[in-house]
């Protein structure tokens, strides 16, 4: 039976999600306010306004190369981007979150490239959106896209938690990061795999953070990032889900065994010569 306390937090996610409905349907942007500036958005709130982890990435240098994992509908994108000469590459498997953070930006006056049917003009500011998922091997999967947006996730349970259903299944391709990295030595890639042609898996700069909020695949996200991270020390802000809802499984990254715990994720980076400083949700990671 559902406690009272659940009952009134799934009534709070079910308003949330269909006030956002209303307010891209009918075009109402209201300006956000946080700790990396000023920006607009068609979303009825900003959860993130006063994020650790957006904090610490606004700290970077103006030219810095962030790459946001699991972008959902710009929060972070948008105002790292945001009157600066930082490259935002965003990778977003949800479709509809996709579209969203296109939105969110053209109303900024960012150019969207990489894959937005409607990229081009506007002002020399510009987000690299790939409508893909990030992970530790390349392949093709089911993602479940949820009626509450920011649920969305390549694993059914994780898509159907708080009252939530899946409202769609797409089928979406998932990339490491180690191979689509462009080498220091003027290779396209950190490992000699990249896809030429494809515009998802184009190379992009070795990045000075990257940043992970991908619904419990935090671990598959940063194992395909291992070479990227080892030889370049980027800054990482990672948002750590627990386990609760998800299945057996690290279904992102297409293998068999268990999701890593918070206790194996924090183990592995301290393996990799990083310091772990928990803020919030949020981990932000220095090399």
């Not at 103006?62 to 948008?78: L, M, P, Q």
């Not at 930082?86 to 109303?107: K, Q």
């Not at 391709?173 to 080498?183: A, V």
Request: charged share 30%; glycine share 10%; net charge negative.
């Amino acid at each position: 039976m559902i406690s009272l306390p659940n009952r009134i937090e799934r009534a709070g996610f079910r308003l949330r999600y269909r006030l956002a409905d209303l307010t891209y349907a009918v075009g109402i942007a209201t300006p956000k306010r946080g700790v990396a500036g000023t920006y607009w958005s068609y979303e009825p709130t900003d959860p993130h306004g006063d994020d650790p982890g957006l904090a610490a990435l606004e700290a970077l240098p103006a030219d810095a190369t962030i790459v946001d994992a699991g972008a959902h509908v710009g929060e972070h994108a948008i105002p790292l981007a945001l009157d600066t000469d930082r490259h935002v590459i965003a990778f977003e498997p949800n479709g509809e979150s996709a579209d969203r953070l296109a939105r969110n930006a053209r109303r900024n006056g960012l150019r969207v490239t990489g894959g937005d049917p409607a990229s081009g003009g506007g002002s020399a500011d510009a987000i690299d959106l790939r409508r893909a998922g990030l992970g530790d091997a390349t392949a093709t999967l089911s993602f479940y896209r949820s009626t509450f947006s920011k649920l969305s996730a390549f694993d059914r349970d994780r898509a159907t938690r708080w009252g939530a259903e899946v409202a769609a299944v797409e089928s979406v391709p998932i990339l490491r990061l180690d191979d689509i990295i462009r080498g220091s030595d003027g290779e396209d890639d950190a490992t000699g795999n990249h896809a030429a042609g494809d515009d998802i898996a184009d190379a992009v700069p070795p990045p000075d953070a990257i940043k992970v909020d991908v619904e419990g695949h935090e671990a598959a996200v940063l194992r395909g990032a291992a070479q990227t991270i080892a030889t370049y020390r980027p800054l990482l802000v990672i948002e750590v889900h627990d386990e609760a809802g998800g299945r057996d499984g690290d279904t992102q990254s297409g293998g068999e065994s268990p999701r890593p715990s918070e206790r194996d994720l924090r183990e592995w980076l301290v393996e990799r010569g990083y310091t772990v400083e928990p803020a919030e949700d949020v981990w932000i990671c220095r090399g």
